[in-house]
Structure formats: structure tokens, C-alpha cells
């Protein structure tokens, strides 16, 4: 499955470069993201495209997560499909937060340090990667509430024992 939403991708990483680095531009005021490296452009098509693929799979990847964690009952089986679409919802959700709040808030205050007489021109290797380390981190806390979830559905965790601790 992750093969395929790779290769589906890969078709669309211009477009996805563009929507990623947009708020870096706009900092910027011009295209001056460069890369340093005759590989660099390469390696972030295989990261975004990566990136992507992951978040495309994400459902079913959730979805056979609750499968193997709870069984394989009818009930189980529409609670396994729920669980799917609320983690994903999550993930979505905070890898949306970060790339329209957090992101180009990060750089505007980034930049905001560069002294007069200085040309900030980051490189496009370092601005995915602090993009992509952030989609990343956003998603996982935006995830908290689907795992507490799938832990008290498996009986890992009590609404007593989060009183206690």
C-alpha cells in the first residue's frame, strides 16, 4: 500500500514543493531558497514524497493497528474503521495546524533575528527538513486523544488510573 501511495505522489512533488515552501517565500519576499548540494533537490522529492505516502496510508495503517490490538469481531471491525478516521482526523489535523500556524510563524520569528546587512537564503534541504520535523511532531501530539483512546478500548489504561497519576 505505501508503494503506491509513494508512486502516486511522485507525480506531484513540484506542486507539493511549492505549497510547502510557500510560506518561506512569502517571509522571504522572493524565491531564495536555494540548494547547495547537485543531490539536495533529489533527496527532498524522496522526502516529500515519502512524507506524503505516509500521510495517504495513514488510514489503513491505523485502521490494521486497531485490527490486530482488539480482534476481528463485526463490532470490532466498524470500531477498528472509527478509530482509523479519528487517528487519521488527528494526524490531518495537527499537520494542518503546523503548516498554516506553526510554520510560518517559526520562520517569520526565525528571520526576525537575521541583522541588517544579512540576506537570510536557507536552503531547501534545511527548510523541508524543519518543515517536515514539525508536520511530524504537530501530528504526533495531535494524536494524544486516538491513543488514549485505543488504550482504554484494550483495557491499557482506566479513567482511574488518570485520576491517580
Request: with cysteine.
Given at each position: 500500500?505505501?508503494?503506491?501511495?509513494?508512486?502516486?505522489?511522485?507525480?506531484?512533488?513540484?506542486?507539493?514543493?511549492?505549497?510547502?515552501?510557500?510560506?518561506?517565500?512569502?517571509?522571504?519576499?522572493?524565491?531564495?531558497?536555494?540548494?547547495?548540494?547537485?543531490?539536495?533537490?533529489?533527496?527532498?522529492?524522496?522526502?516529500?514524497?515519502?512524507?506524503?505516502?505516509?500521510?495517504?496510508?495513514?488510514?489503513?495503517?491505523?485502521?490494521?493497528?486497531?485490527?490486530?490490538?482488539?480482534?476481528?469481531?463485526?463490532?470490532?471491525?466498524?470500531?477498528?474503521?472509527r478509530f482509523g478516521f479519528l487517528a487519521t482526523g488527528c494526524i490531518i489535523g495537527g499537520a494542518l495546524f503546523s503548516h498554516f500556524v506553526l510554520f510560518p510563524w517559526a520562520w517569520r520569528l526565525l528571520a526576525g533575528f537575521v541583522p541588517d546587512g544579512i540576506q537570510l537564503a536557507p536552503s531547501l534541504s534545511m527548510a523541508f527538513s524543519f518543515y517536515a520535523k514539525l508536520v511530524l511532531n504537530c501530528g504526533l501530539v495531535c494524536q494524544i486523544p486516538a491513543t488514549v483512546f485505543l488504550l482504554a478500548r484494550v483495557g491499557a489504561v482506566t479513567p482511574d488510573f488518570f485520576v491517580r497519576n
Open positions: 500500500m505505501l508503494k503506491k501511495c509513494v508512486a502516486t505522489f511522485f507525480a506531484f512533488t513540484r506542486p507539493i514543493i511549492r505549497f510547502v515552501m510557500q510560506p518561506v517565500r512569502e517571509v522571504l519576499r522572493s524565491d531564495a531558497v536555494v540548494y547547495t548540494t547537485p543531490a539536495a533537490a533529489f533527496v527532498v522529492y524522496g522526502k516529500i514524497v515519502a512524507l506524503a505516502g505516509l500521510v495517504l496510508a495513514m488510514p489503513v495503517i491505523f485502521y490494521q493497528l486497531w485490527w490486530a490490538a482488539t480482534g476481528r469481531s463485526a463490532h470490532k471491525r466498524w470500531l477498528a474503521m
